[in-house]
């Protein structure tokens, strides 16, 4: 399946109600996914955050408690869930097909258990089925989806066309079929993988990109890339760091500043190599991603990991990015 070039939304990534952020595991797309709702928050979005993997990470990105099916609101404007596809099961019982129903769905989960297991996409159905009920309903102005790893994201993504492929008619096809409608809409949904400037990271991405275009009809709005090293020294710099590095040179440092300055000038040359190699994986990921996919750039925080500090940082550096 192949989709048409994504048309920019009006108010350009915000405009989207709902985004897919996905990428390889250690790039940062939880970070991410957070600090896309809190600057769509401080932009004045009503904005829902749900983690798929319901692994407490997100929430833990605005210091909040566990959170679950139900939307918790952590910040102003932000509310987050974590996916269960037992209780999305029973909300589309509920709400869909006005089946009352009452604590654990017991032999009906079994059932749907098996199902899942012989047909494609009906697992993936429940998750991306209530994220798209969410935007059809209007709770929110924007839906931020912290989705799974790379390739995972693609079965998701193609879960409606899976069960249209498998199911003609009745009520089930009409559902997939206002699903598949929003998420073929680039004005209204789009996939934004995140990556770091290191070659299996931007390998990954590149082919990601290319399986989204060919496997489902969502469209990449977005490459955001990641630990983004800054350029410390000039090319000046560099050489007279190079000078300094002969025997003579640091002979009279070492006697000025009363300790040996090797390791000073080292670690500025292991900067700047460093710097160097990742610059060259992102020449490459310009060069091959589709030059209308806009790509972003986020720097290295040299700070801890995780917590509301990291999601404001990353929120403010990608608000520079994106203008207003």
């Known amino acids: 399946m192949t989709t048409s070039p994504a048309a920019p939304a009006t108010g350009g990534l915000f405009g989207h109600q709902l985004l897919f952020v996905t990428g390889k595991g250690g790039v940062g797309k939880t970070t991410v996914t957070a600090a896309l709702a809190q600057l769509a928050a401080q932009r004045g979005k009503r904005v829902l955050a749900c983690d798929i993997d319901a692994s407490g990470g997100l929430g833990a990105m605005f210091e909040a408690g566990p959170v679950g099916f139900v939307p918790t609101p952590v910040a102003p404007g932000v509310s987050v869930m974590s996916m269960d596809t037992e209780a999305s099961l029973r909300e589309y019982l509920k709400v869909s097909l006005r089946i009352p129903l009452a604590g654990r769905i017991g032999p009906l989960a079994k059932a749907f258990d098996f199902v899942a297991t012989a047909a494609p996409g009906v697992r993936e159905i429940l998750t991306v089925g209530k994220l798209c ?97 800054p350029e410390l020294f000039s090319t000046r710099e560099e050489a007279i760091f190079e000078e300094l590095r002969t025997p003579a040179n640091l002979e009279v440092i070492a006697a000025d500043a009363g300790g040996d300055p090797g390791p000073v000038l080292e670690a500025a040359r292991l900067a700047v190599s460093t710097r160097r190699a990742r610059a060259v994986h992102l020449q490459l990921l310009q060069e091959r991603l589709d030059p209308r996919v806009p790509i972003l750039l986020l720097p290295y925080l040299f700070t801890r990991v995780g917590g509301l500090r990291s999601t404001r940082q990353v929120a403010t550096a990608l608000g520079e990015e994106l203008g207003s």
Do not use: C, F
């Open 133 to 229: 009920w969410e935007v059809r309903e209007g709770h929110y102005d924007l839906v931020v989806v912290d989705a799974p790893a790379s390739g995972h994201v693609v079965s998701q993504l193609g879960a409606p066309q899976a069960i249209n492929d498998l199911v003609k008619v009745g009520q089930i096809r009409s559902q997939t079929d206002w699903m598949l409608e929003l998420l073929s809409d680039p004005r209204r949904t789009g996939v934004i993988p995140v990556t770091i400037p290191e070659e299996m990271p931007v390998s990954e991405t590149l082919e990601l990109t290319e399986r989204i275009e060919r496997e489902t009809s969502a469209a990449v709005v977005a490459v955001i890339v990641n630990k983004v090293l």
